[in-house]
């Protein structure tokens, strides 16, 4: 199975981190972490809701590792093939590097560059990453988008709110590529099945 290690601009997407998250409980991929990206995810998380409990902060990071497994990314130097023009982002390669992951998953590609002949991974922004799931997989892409769809089903009974509109969401969160994929998964669905039985992990 590939290994995708995610930065952290990804994982503060709730919709993104959500949809990574169904994908690797669907065997699409093994995803890898670190503890520099997790410490990152709270100092954002906090910096960004200073009113969250601990529970919202601290309570997300374990779920996120809980669902992510043990497969987290040790040991590795601040070395590497590519050409870093952050210097903040060089654990990024380096954890890429030790860990020999197949794709980096970032939206800030400026930040490195690998090298194309001696670096073991491909960066790859969310949008593109996603793209190449729903190409090579598309029916574990669908699995996932459902398992999705189901969980807010449940709560739009419970609460009486309206189900999201994902495709605007996925633009929204920086994937119109993948926002196009999502429609014609959604179109395919039996809306009204879904309700009545919504779909789970």
């Given at each position: 199975?590939?290994?995708?290690?995610f930065d952290?601009?990804?994982?503060?997407?709730?919709?993104?981190?959500?949809?990574?998250?169904?994908?690797?409980?669907?065997?699409?991929?093994?995803?890898?972490?670190?503890?520099?990206?997790?410490?990152?995810?709270?100092?954002?998380?906090?910096?960004?809701?200073p009113d969250?409990?601990?529970?919202?902060?601290?309570?997300?990071?374990?779920?996120?590792?809980?669902?992510?497994g043990t497969?987290?990314?040790?040991?590795?130097?601040?070395?590497?093939?590519?050409?870093?023009?952050?210097?903040?982002?060089?654990?990024?390669?380096?954890?890429?590097?030790?860990?020999?992951?197949?794709?980096?998953?970032?939206?800030?590609?400026?930040?490195?560059?690998?090298?194309?002949?001696?670096?073991?991974?491909?960066?790859?922004?969310?949008?593109?990453?996603?793209?190449?799931?729903?190409?090579?997989?598309?029916?574990?892409?669908?699995?996932?988008?459902?398992?999705?769809?189901?969980?807010?089903?449940?709560?739009?009974?419970?609460?009486?709110?309206?189900?999201?509109?994902?495709?605007?969401?996925?633009?929204?969160?920086?994937?119109?590529?993948?926002?196009?994929?999502?429609?014609?998964?959604?179109?395919?669905?039996?809306?009204?099945?879904?309700?009545?039985?919504?779909?789970?992990?």
């Open positions: 199975m590939q290994r995708v290690l952290t601009n990804i994982l503060m997407s709730r919709l993104l981190r959500d949809t990574m998250v169904h994908l690797s409980m669907c065997n699409a991929f093994q995803p890898m972490w670190t503890e520099d990206i997790m410490a990152e995810l709270v100092y954002r998380l906090r910096r960004d809701h969250w409990n601990e529970q919202q902060i601290g309570g997300l990071r374990r779920k996120l590792i809980g669902a992510f497969a987290a990314i040790t040991g590795y130097s601040i070395a590497g093939h590519a050409e870093i023009r952050d210097p903040n982002d060089a654990h990024l390669d380096a954890a890429a590097e030790h860990g020999e992951v197949d794709y980096l998953v970032s939206d800030d590609k400026r930040a490195l560059r690998p090298d194309p002949h001696r670096s073991c991974y491909e960066l790859y922004s969310a949008d593109d990453f996603l793209v190449l799931c729903d190409d090579s997989m598309p029916e574990r892409v669908s699995k996932a988008l459902l398992n999705n769809l189901g969980f807010h089903v449940k709560q739009a009974k419970e609460t009486g709110k309206e189900l999201p509109h994902f495709p605007e969401r996925y633009e929204a969160a920086g994937a119109p590529k993948f926002a196009e994929r999502v429609r014609k998964h959604l179109q395919s669905f039996n809306m009204t099945e879904v309700w009545k039985n919504p779909p789970s992990i």
